[in-house]
């Protein structure tokens, strides 16, 4: 588990994601409203936001969801001010992370984010103290049952794809953040399925957690991942996977 680079933290995210499908709504209703208000509603216009409601398609939200969350982002009907704040910090054995959240009060959200690092043996740091271990980067995930090497080089990086990698059972496709809509678009017309894609912060480098040290960082993700203000969650460590089934 490497903060989304292994597929492990995939299907540990996923899992704890799937059971609570009206917090998967609430995520993107305020992805959807940031980024309009941002980048204005056209969504063929505004990069971020179309790719919002591209997830939020992927899951089935309604369309008037969709609709009237943007028209909260962009001013045209009435709805909460969100605020985007981005946390760093370290966790158990000095894991990077980064925990990008949304809300609609700054002081219960700092404080509450600070509390969860501390209990679990981390502590948040300054601004960039973090941030520059990350890449931002498209990052697609699909079962490597669904396709071969040869087919998905052909077709990712003919999209625009820098990278491929396979790890336990899994493709990650890597890009510019810039490559993501045309990438996805052309993985969608192969009717290859993905599992996860998303502009994520991926770790440059990453460092293995064992014991002690891999059960809090997991407790804390979990933790962070349930708050009602965390929108996404990356660090830089690896688990191995036993652990991280032991866990979930």
Wanted: avoid cysteine; charge should be negative; hydrophobic fraction near 40%.
């Amino acid at each position: 588990m490497s903060g989304h680079s292994k597929w492990a933290t995939i299907k540990h995210k996923k899992a704890a994601l799937d059971s609570k499908r009206g917090k998967v709504f609430t995520r993107l209703i305020k992805e959807i409203m940031i980024a309009a208000r941002g980048g204005g509603g056209d969504a063929d216009g505004n990069p971020r936001l179309r790719t919002a409601i591209i997830a939020a398609k992927a899951v089935s939200m309604p369309a008037d969801n969709i609709k009237r969350a943007v028209m909260r982002g962009t001013g045209e009907i009435e709805g909460g001010q969100i605020d985007e704040i981005l946390f760093e910090g370290y966790g158990p054995g000095g894991a990077a992370v980064l925990v990008n959240t949304a809300t609609d009060n700054r002081n219960r959200t700092v404080s509450e984010i600070r509390h969860m690092f501390s209990k679990n043996g981390g502590n948040l740091g300054e601004v960039g103290s973090v941030a520059w271990m990350f890449e931002r980067k498209s990052q697609i995930i699909i079962d490597a049952a669904q396709t071969t090497e040869d087919q998905l080089m052909n077709i990712a990086l003919e999209a625009g794809a820098d990278d491929i990698r396979e790890e336990d059972g899994a493709w990650e496709v890597l890009s510019a953040p810039e490559a993501h809509d045309a990438v996805l678009a052309a993985l969608e017309k192969a009717k290859i399925p993905t599992e996860s894609a998303e502009v994520a912060m991926v770790p440059k480098n990453t460092i293995k957690l064992e014991g002690k040290n891999a059960t809090a960082m997991l407790k804390l993700y979990d933790q962070l991942e349930e708050h009602d203000d965390v929108q996404n969650v990356y660090g830089n460590y690896e688990v191995d996977e036993a652990e991280v089934e032991a866990l979930a």
